[in-house]
Each structure stands twice: as C-alpha cells, then as structure tokens.
C-alpha cells in the first residue's frame, strides 16, 4: 500500500510540473492514464552496467531498446536518474516510458535524504518519456 501511494504522490508532482510538450499522465482509481489513453506498465528494471565496470553506460541503450521493444516492453525503471537528455531522447524515440528512482541517501546526489531530487525533477519535469517519479526503494530494508 505505501508504494501505492508513493507512485500516486509520485505521479502527482509530475502532472502539477506538466507543460504542453509532454505527455498528460493521469490517475483514476489505480488506473494510469497517459493523454487519456489506458497504460497499462509493461515493465522492465534496467541499470545498464557492463560486466567488469560498476558505472552506468548507455552505450547498448539503441540495441537494448530493440530488444525491449520486441519482447513488448513499454516502460523502464531505472535505479538512478538519467541525467542525459541524448538518453531520454531515445527512450522517448523508442516509444517507451521511464520511471525515475530516487534512492533515499545516494550521498546528497539527486537523494530524498539531501532533497535533491526536487531540483532533479525541476531540470527534467518536461521531458515526455518521463512517465513519474518513484521516491524510494525498497523500504522494507532501509530507513
């Protein structure tokens, strides 16, 4: 239930930052809908990092879409903000929706323990691939 209302306070923050280039994400019930239009998540987590490295890199994100796509995927969560418009970019391309996760404490980067997440959602609120904002993770084993 409190993920629930996480995703619906979530969601909320990104419909009252709206602008007329992205898309209108609504809540009916526990219903999404995106420009009126049902949307129902066909999700997948993606945190992109190469075998060896403990960085991010979207350097397959073109192939990785691809696959996603033909296996009927429509939505990415990703465990940290993508700080690259080029990304969203071809997210957005690509058809798919992302909901951005904010960790509670990431050392004060785009955190809910710092509030920099806020200026993180300020910076991309507009950006159409943007589906909302999931404000923690996994709450059952951390604060």
């Given at each position: 239930?409190?993920?629930?209302i996480?995703i619906l306070?979530?969601s909320?923050l990104?419909?009252s930052?709206n602008?007329?280039?992205?898309?209108?994400?609504t809540?009916?019930g526990r219903?999404i809908f995106?420009?009126?239009s049902l949307?129902?998540i066909k999700?997948?987590c993606y945190?992109p990092?190469?075998?060896?490295?403990?960085?991010v890199?979207?350097?397959?994100?073109?192939?990785?879409?691809?696959?996603?796509?033909k296996?009927?995927?429509?939505?990415?969560?990703v465990?940290s903000p993508i700080?690259?418009?080029?990304?969203?970019?071809?997210i957005?391309?690509?058809?798919?929706?992302?909901?951005?996760g904010?960790?509670y404490?990431?050392d004060?980067k785009f955190d809910?323990?710092?509030g920099?997440f806020s200026?993180y959602v300020?910076?991309w609120?507009?950006?159409?691939?943007?589906l909302?904002?999931?404000l923690g993770?996994?709450?059952n084993?951390?604060?």
């Amino acid at each position: 239930m409190k993920q629930i209302i996480l995703i619906l306070v979530s969601s909320l923050l990104f419909i009252s930052g709206n602008s007329l280039k992205a898309d209108v994400v609504t809540i009916t019930g526990r219903q999404i809908f995106v420009n009126k239009s049902l949307y129902t998540i066909k999700g997948i987590c993606y945190h992109p990092v190469p075998k060896g490295s403990s960085a991010v890199s979207f350097d397959n994100l073109k192939e990785d879409l691809k696959l996603m796509k033909k296996a009927g995927i429509n939505t990415i969560r990703v465990y940290s903000p993508i700080n690259e418009k080029a990304v969203f970019d071809q997210i957005q391309k690509a058809g798919l929706k992302v909901i951005i996760g904010f960790g509670y404490n990431q050392d004060g980067k785009f955190d809910i323990l710092s509030g920099t997440f806020s200026e993180y959602v300020k910076t991309w609120k507009d950006h159409p691939a943007i589906l909302f904002w999931e404000l923690g993770n996994e709450y059952n084993y951390h604060p």
